[in-house]
């Protein structure tokens, strides 16, 4: 299913002129396992994503935070007017919701049609670098994209975006 959709996502940003540079990696489940690798090759700013769930897991959202910042789970939920008691959706809702499997959560995930009701969470500070840098449906590639282009892709396919502020 993930090879489908990575290649909607190629056609995707081809049709909407944004250009990316595609890097071939080992998998990187987790930030740290990428290491320098992202720094090495000049690709932006480092983000970790998230899928979250309300306390009752009836509304979802995707979070695109800055890789060194920790997730304040009850600052976050003030931010959305949720139960502080949000936490992160399962695996079976990941697969089900943005077609992914644990470790390669990406915003870009947004095309898959489970995602069309999921707001997207930005934290305001990975808007400082001019590119910026996701997973195309699997963690053994990143997509080097300008931040500019990120935010158009947005606009396109989420149906909200809401940008947080991390500080309290």
């Known amino acids: 299913m993930n090879e489908e959709y990575e290649k909607k996502l ?3 940003l081809d049709d909407l002129n944004i250009k990316y540079q ?6 990187f489940a987790t ?4 290491g320098d690798f992202y720094q090495k090759n000049e690709m932006g700013i ?3 994503n998230m899928f979250l769930r309300d306390k009752r897991g009836r509304r979802h ?3 695109v935070l800055r890789a060194d910042k920790r997730l304040d789970i009850p600052h976050l939920a003030e931010f959305l007017g949720e139960h502080r008691k949000m936490g992160f959706a399962s695996e079976e ?3 089900k919701y943005l077609g992914l499997s644990p470790g390669s959560v990406t915003p870009l995930a947004l095309i898959y049609p489970g995602a069309k009701n999921i707001p997207l969470i930005i934290d305001k500070d990975i808007l400082v670098s001019d590119y910026i840098h996701f997973h ?8 080097k994209i300008k931040k500019d282009d990120f935010l158009r892709f947005c606009d396109k396919y989420a149906c909200e975006v809401l940008f947080y502020d991390t500080e309290k």
């Open 10 to 12: 190629y056609k995707i």
């Open 22 to 27: 595609k890097f071939e990696h080992p998998a």
């Open 31 to 34: 930030c740290e396992a990428s």
């Open 46 to 48: 480092d983000c970790k």
């Open 61 to 63: 959202y995707l979070l």
């Open 93 to 95: 809702r990941l697969a």
């Open 136 to 143: 195309p449906f699997r963690n053994t590639a990143s997509l």
